[in-house]
């Protein structure tokens, strides 16, 4: 059975940040778990850990993300009237944006990856 890789990656994250650095653990064709090093405010900690699992013809993707927010940087990364339920909800929107933009970008280099093995 392979072995679990543990590799820094830069990873480009879509909410309202720049470039961030996460860790990523690939346990091959299973599970991929991330954690993000230094998450923007008012994020202190977000996780994200995708499972995979053959279905009949096909895989089922799953992804469980985690997110700690600190109330006091709300203000700060929203603006003075926002609230802890406006940053979550936020939050909630760009990161489920972002997984299914990463699962449509999956899948379109998945499908080709499979047309090009059936050309050849």
Same mark, same amino acid.
């Given at each position: 059975?392979?072995?679990?890789?543990?590799?820094? =990656? #830069?990873?480009?994250?879509?909410?309202?940040?720049p470039? #961030?650095?996460?860790?990523?653990?690939?346990?091959? *064709?299973?599970t991929?778990?991330?954690?993000?090093?230094?998450?923007p405010?008012?994020?202190?900690?977000?996780?994200?850990?995708?499972?995979? $699992?053959?279905?009949?013809?096909?895989?089922?993707?799953?992804?469980? *993300?985690?997110?700690?927010?600190?109330p $006091?940087?709300?203000?700060?990364?929203?603006?003075? *009237? #926002?609230?802890? #339920?406006?940053?979550?909800e936020h939050?909630?929107?760009? =990161?489920?944006? $972002?997984?299914?933009?990463?699962?449509?970008?999956?899948?379109?280099?998945?499908?080709?990856?499979?047309?090009?093995?059936?050309?050849?």
């Amino acid at each position: 059975m392979p072995q679990p890789a543990l590799r820094e =990656v #830069a990873h480009e994250i879509t909410v309202s940040a720049p470039a #961030a650095t996460v860790h990523r653990l690939c346990l091959p *064709h299973r599970t991929i778990a991330l954690r993000q090093i230094a998450p923007p405010a008012p994020l202190t900690l977000r996780t994200d850990v995708w499972t995979f $699992e053959e279905q009949g013809a096909g895989v089922t993707a799953s992804v469980r *993300h985690t997110v700690v927010l600190d109330p $006091e940087a709300v203000t700060g990364a929203y603006g003075p *009237h #926002a609230t802890l #339920a406006d940053a979550a909800e936020h939050i909630r929107a760009g =990161v489920t944006a $972002e997984s299914r933009a990463l699962l449509r970008y999956a899948k379109a280099c998945t499908e080709l990856r499979t047309a090009g093995a059936v050309r050849s």
